[in-house]
């Protein structure tokens, strides 16, 4: 336990004392429900994330937020349009011609929530060994969601889920109380770490504990933003963790959970870009279906992080050849999927042939409604949403946008609110959402407005819009 209390001298205006042992309860959270009502984005505070979340240059022509799956992705704030006066007898609304499920949860929510919920009630009831004999299995078996979310990462996440959350709670205002009781969570963990300090599942889950402490101490401004007192904290929590994982390298090199965690602490590291193209392919080798590394790794690329354009295209090329039998073309648009959403160069420079069809080839080999949401809302409105001026990179953002039809008309058969509503902040994984129902309710209504205005022409015909298990139908009225 010297470590944590050394961790905890670093951090002005804090010295808690450390107890003689784990206390029989973590840390109280606002609410059980937080950590499993998040979608890919999923999941915005999971996908806190096994991906690398580094710090953002300062720049002041620019606001980007951090962290995608993965990692950093910027919140996207649409302009406010000028709102005309109501007419006297408002027109019709195209969406009142459409009829499409929108079920709540969804079979991926549900899914995600089961696991979860699983970690976070054996870790309440202090039975860590069947905890991390089932997340051991988990990552062994390289389990996924339906969506190809890891079903180890989502356990590890609810096993941190009400020390990380309690945290959250307590730096909302940027500025806790010296007294406020932030470490007994972590505190908890780290003497459950002690008791067993040969096992990776507990390692992975205390040091990404502390990884999500420290951003949450951090938060997702530029760094000449941050208050001294809050950076001291993030760099202390950080280093605590890479002394955690540390201890394990070159050991479980079956895992992906642990090289997935090691991953995450690419920030701060002076790494070139070799050395993370090396550490992503070999995750991602181990689990190519599960899509949050190839996702990360395209942003790890851009020159912002680690990389170059030129080296983001060698790669997102060398990992649809390694995925091909997995993938097809796929590989590469999953390396590119987050990368142009936050760079305009990189999106000028985009190989658009090969990136739709990638588009297509992911459709075909994972048709479950929540990737068809994924990617219809992915090219609809973050990237239908996000034209920037840069003649060459609106020009594809144009016609990445133009296959949301496609999408839609060929495979959609539900609607997935919450998708869309982190789609239009461009799944923001560190986005904090003060009302779900509300945010799923706006995600909602572009959905409708989207898609009815893919379909106006039959709409304008008089004609109803039905979504079946087959996909849309048009019908007279």
């Not at 606002?30 to 499993?36: D, L």
């Not at 005309?84 to 009829?99: E, F, I, V, W, Y």
């Not at 181990?286 to 080296?311: H, I, Q, S």
């Not at 997935?416 to 945010?439: D, E």
Request: aromatic share 6%.
């Amino acid at each position: 336990m010297t470590h944590l209390a050394s961790l905890l001298r670093k951090i002005p205006g804090f010295s808690p004392k450390m107890q003689a042992k784990a206390p029989a309860e973590q840390a109280p959270v606002p609410s059980a429900q937080a950590a499993t009502s998040q979608s890919d984005s999923t999941l915005s505070s999971l996908m806190r994330q096994p991906a690398g979340k580094p710090a953002e240059p300062a720049q002041p022509t620019q606001d980007y937020s951090e962290r995608d799956a993965a990692l950093a992705i910027p919140l996207r704030s649409k302009a406010k349009r000028k709102q005309p006066k109501a007419p006297t007898t408002p027109p019709a609304r195209l969406d009142n011609n459409l009829s499409i499920p929108c079920p709540d949860p969804t079979l991926e929510d549900r899914t995600r929530d089961q696991h979860q919920n699983t970690a976070l009630r054996l870790v309440r009831q202090e039975d860590w060994d069947k905890l991390s004999a089932m997340i051991s299995t988990a990552d062994r078996e390289l389990a996924l969601t339906p969506g190809g979310m890891s079903v180890a990462e989502l356990m590890a996440f609810g096993a941190r889920a009400d020390v990380v959350l309690a945290v959250e709670h307590a730096l909302l205002d940027r500025s806790p109380d010296p007294d406020a009781p932030m470490y007994i969570g972590i505190e908890a963990l780290e003497f459950v770490l002690d008791e067993h300090p040969s096992d990776y599942v507990i390692a992975c889950i205390v040091a990404q504990a502390h990884m999500d402490m420290a951003w949450a101490w951090r938060g997702i401004g530029w760094d000449v933003e941050i208050a001294p007192r809050n950076r001291e904290a993030f760099e202390a929590h950080f280093a605590r963790a890479r002394e955690i994982i540390k201890t394990f390298d070159g050991r479980h090199q079956t895992s992906a959970l642990l090289p997935n965690t090691a991953c995450a602490l690419l920030r701060g590291d002076s790494r070139k870009t070799h050395s993370v193209a090396d550490r992503y392919e070999a995750l991602i080798d181990l689990n190519p279906k599960n899509t949050g590394p190839l996702r990360a790794l395209g942003t790890n690329m851009l020159p912002r992080w680690y990389g170059t354009y030129e080296g983001l295209e060698l790669e997102a090329r060398r990992t649809a050849a390694r995925t091909a039998d997995i993938w097809g073309a796929g590989g590469y648009t999953w390396v590119m999927f987050n990368a142009i959403s936050v760079d305009d160069e990189a999106c000028a420079r985009l190989d658009l042939p090969f990136f739709v069809e990638g588009l297509r080839d992911i459709v075909e080999r994972r048709p479950e409604p929540y990737t068809v949401n994924l990617l219809a809302a992915y090219c609809a409105n973050t990237i239908g949403q996000a034209f920037s001026g840069n003649d060459a990179a609106d020009h594809i953002r144009a016609q990445i946008a133009d296959c949301a039809d496609w999408l839609v008309r060929e495979h959609l058969t539900e609607l997935h609110p919450m998708i869309w509503a982190h789609a239009a902040q461009g799944f923001a994984n560190n986005l904090r959402v003060a009302s779900p129902h509300r945010f799923a309710a706006a995600g909602q209504d572009d959905a409708l407005r989207i898609i009815a205005g893919l379909f106006r022409r039959e709409i304008s015909e008089g004609k109803q819009i039905t979504f079946t298990d087959q996909g849309p139908v048009a019908t007279a009225v």
